[in-house]
């Protein structure tokens, strides 16, 4: 019989205390909230979008039709939500 390997609590939970593990209300009502462009902020949405669109046409062309493929496109997709709302989320 094995023995057990000693695991520390920090290890299994880092979090010490609930409240460590919310966020703040006003980061949740900033994330859910629409945030209107500002002046420069279309252009930039629209440099990204074009960047990951020219992207995901590259991996259409290089890779074949399957699983790998649908994953890599939707991977683009989601980095380029991200970044986009990075913008819209700046002070």
Same mark, same amino acid.
């Given at each position: 019989? *094995?023995?057990? $390997?000693?695991? =520390? *609590? ?7 205390? &609930? =409240? ?9 009502? &900033? ?6 462009? &500002?002046?420069?902020?279309?252009? *930039? ?7 990951? *669109?020219? $992207? ?11 699983? %790998?493929?649908? =994953? ?15 913008? =819209? $989320?700046? %002070?």
């Amino acid at each position: 019989m *094995r023995t057990p $390997l000693p695991i =520390s *609590r920090e290890l299994i939970s880092p979090i010490k205390n &609930k =409240s460590e593990a919310k966020m703040e209300k006003p980061n949740i009502e &900033k994330l859910f909230t629409y945030h209107p462009p &500002k002046e420069g902020q279309p252009e *930039r949405y629209a440099l990204i979008n074009t960047a990951a *669109r020219k $992207l995901a046409e590259v991996i259409v062309y290089c890779t074949p039709p399957g699983a %790998d493929q649908s =994953s890599a496109i939707r991977k683009v997709r989601e980095a380029r939500m991200t970044a986009n709302a990075a913008i =819209s $989320l700046e %002070d």
